[in-house]
């Protein structure tokens, strides 16, 4: 950024009002918000924008997600390296689940310290029937989701419509916003978390159903991914589950 950080900040804030599938923030080191977008306001269900500034993330977010986000910070301030494309899964206001790719990166004072982080996080939407129809996606889809178990090279899924992985790449990042393998781990994940809510498998169990290497690498993804380990999110979910399953 340039000296007139203030005007830097409104710039951003400003161009970042106009996307309203994208959330945006910049926050300072004490991880206290300095701008907002309309996006990040509605998320949290903030009044207005005026209501977040000078505030944490854990004025708004779960304790956990908070810690998360702190962390997450702190690491782009130690290492003075982007977060890039790492793949969240959030909870809308409405109580549904979304993904989101989350980048953030570091910004620096007229003295070229890091001085806060940037962060920018976009809303990876469900396409329609048609979406996948119109750009012959469907069979792919149905493979992966069919063969999470097992290895799935992107060669071959692509040889399953008559391309190229590159030209797959493309198509999947026109319709879903991610990668073919980032893809792939997005469904892996989700599946995971519908195993963890709905069964008592074991991690290792579902480390294996899921195609991960092993219970390590399921726990670091899921951990990167939902902010959250395994066992917590299970926890968790169960927490949620009590009050209705002691009415039945």
Request: overall charge neutral.
């Amino acid at each position: 950024m340039s000296g007139n950080v203030g005007a830097d900040l409104k710039l951003l804030e400003t161009l970042f009002d106009t996307l309203c599938d994208v959330v945006f923030c910049v926050k300072d080191r004490d991880g206290r918000y300095l701008a907002v977008n309309h996006a990040l306001v509605i998320r949290v269900q903030a009044p207005n924008k005026p209501a977040m500034v000078g505030k944490r993330a854990s004025d708004f977010f779960p304790a956990e997600l908070a810690t998360a986000y702190d962390q997450q910070d702190q690491d782009v301030f130690q290492t003075g390296q982007a977060v890039v494309d790492q793949l969240e899964q959030i909870t809308n206001p409405d109580g549904s689940m979304g993904w989101y790719l989350t980048n953030k990166f570091p910004y620096q004072d007229p003295v070229s310290q890091v001085a806060g982080v940037i962060g920018v996080s976009q809303d990876l939407h469900t396409p329609s029937d048609s979406e996948l129809s119109i750009d012959n996606l469907s069979l792919v889809v149905q493979a992966i989701k069919q063969n999470l178990a097992h290895s799935l090279r992107v060669d071959d899924l692509a040889n399953l419509i008559g391309l190229s992985a590159e030209q797959l790449d493309r198509r999947m990042k026109k319709v879903f916003r991610l990668s073919t393998k980032k893809y792939i781990m997005k469904c892996r994940l989700e599946r995971s978390a519908e195993l963890l809510r709905g069964t008592a498998n074991t991690l290792a169990q579902i480390a294996c159903d899921c195609g991960f290497s092993d219970q390590s690498a399921l726990t670091r993804q899921f951990r990167e991914t939902f902010l959250l380990t395994p066992a917590v999110y299970r926890q968790s979910h169960r927490q949620t589950l009590r009050p209705n399953e002691s009415k039945s």
